[in-house]
């Protein structure tokens, strides 16, 4: 089955600054890459997604690009802001089984 | 935020007990899925359901018994858990059971003593 790998595990960031969140996966066949928020206590939210026939994919702050040959895909976030900090989820999908990252914790440090 | 709702949003229970989470969705998806989220550790896919028949089981423990008996609710029926079992359980649906955006609900935290 796919197997999802994410890097890193925690990330601190001063505000206005970049960051970059990797996740490789292990099935060519997936074709569905979400990208989830959670904040303390609540639920994961989609905050980008891309598609596998697509490269990059950009909406205001946030961007995802995606390397097919080399299987993996990164999440862009630029000029961070403190209620930026919450955990991240990548995600890898073929057809319903959707298998998850272990998450990246980010603080963004006023 | 009322298009996946899920009660009990907190519960707690002994070994011995049978306990049933609910999840409803509003968004009228065909497919919806039971999560389990512990710390530290990927969120991991139990159960699928695409309109009302399950299609997947990633080898839950028959302790955790699903059912879906329309496409807008989505049970898991809980019975002699392990404290191990302790975690938040969450519920997603979408428009189909492909390749779509899964929306979730808030979760049930669960304790088992």
């Known amino acids: 089955g796919e197997n999802v790998e994410q890097h890193p595990s925690t990330l601190s960031v001063q505000e206005g600054d970049s960051a970059v969140i990797k996740c490789t996966y292990s099935d060519s066949a997936s074709n569905y890459f979400p990208w989830y928020k959670q904040e303390l206590g609540k639920r994961p939210q989609l905050i980008i997604d891309i598609r596998s026939n697509v490269g990059e994919k950009k909406d205001q702050r946030i961007a995802v690009t995606l390397n097919k040959t080399a299987k993996h895909f990164s999440l862009h976030i630029t000029e961070t802001q403190p209620e930026d900090s919450a955990v991240y989820f990548c995600a890898a999908s073929i057809m319903y089984d959707m298998r998850f990252g272990a998450g990246t914790r980010l603080t963004v440090k006023p | 935020e009322t298009g996946v709702t899920q009660t009990p949003r907190h519960l707690v229970m002994g070994m011995t007990n049978k306990k049933s989470l609910k999840c409803e969705q509003h968004l009228g998806h065909n497919a919806m899925y039971w999560y389990k989220q512990s710390a530290k550790k990927p969120l991991e896919l139990m159960f699928v359901?695409?309109?009302?028949?399950?299609?997947e089981n990633n080898s839950v423990p028959s302790r955790f018994s699903p059912e879906c008996p329309n496409s807008s609710h989505l049970f898991l029926h809980l019975h002699t858990l392990q404290p191990e079992d302790s975690a938040l359980y969450l519920c997603?649906?979408?428009?189909?059971?492909?390749?779509?955006?899964?929306?979730f609900g808030p979760g049930t935290r669960l304790t088992v003593l």
């Open positions: 997603a649906s979408s428009q189909d059971r492909g390749t779509d955006t899964q929306y």
């Open positions: 359901y695409s309109l009302e028949e399950r299609v």
